[in-house]
């Protein structure tokens, strides 16, 4: 997980060190989605440019499909 969070440009170190600033639990990182995952809270934290969004109002639900800017999928008309 380490080489991944660094290749992502996440320092490692963080991942042993940040967690979630609403239930204070452990992290778990998305390299997919460049996001750290509270799964207690229901949140993903995003990172920018290695930097860690540790807001909650800047965090995306998980109950939510995905980033505002990604347009849903449309369905083939029958």
Known sequence: MSERAEAAGL???LLE???CP????????????QE???EEAGLAYPVRDGIPI???EEARRLDEA???T???EEEPEA
């Open 11 to 13: 320092d490692p170190r």
């Open 17 to 19: 060190i940040l967690v």
């Open 22 to 33: 609403l239930t204070k639990k452990p992290l778990r990182w998305d390299p997919e989605r």
């Open 36 to 38: 750290l995952i509270s």
């Open 54 to 56: 540790m807001l909650p």
């Open 66 to 68: 995905g980033p505002a």
């Open 70 to 72: 990604t347009p849903p």
